[in-house]
């Protein structure tokens, strides 16, 4: 999804567990080794600017992250989750799925954007 590539060019100033996380799971889902999701995380990790003074992960982080993302089949796409807020496209065709099936009486269940 262009979330995910958009997160892995241009690193996240927060949320990088989950980030790694999530960006692991698609990674998974794209056919690639665990080894090489580890590489190409510990690249990514390289971009990241935490705000609040927090300091970049670990590669032991992102191995534990990933290792966790290849346990098993993860379906979801993460979409909901805050990380995807400043990286979102709303030409993606999941973002268009998720705003055609969301229901806009319930609060929280649209997606953010990019503004």
Known sequence: PPCAKAMLETGVSEYQRVS?????????????????????????????????????????????????????????NGCEEPIHANHCDPECPLYASRKKNASPEIPGNTLPHRP
């Open 20 to 76: 790694c996380f999530r960006l692991a799971v698609h990674l998974r889902r794209m056919g690639l080794p665990f080894d090489i999701a580890v590489a190409t995380l510990a690249q990514w990790r390289t971009r990241n600017h935490p705000n609040n003074g927090n300091r970049v992960l670990t590669m032991e982080e992102v191995q534990a992250q990933t290792a966790s993302a290849y346990l098993k089949e993860y379906r979801g």
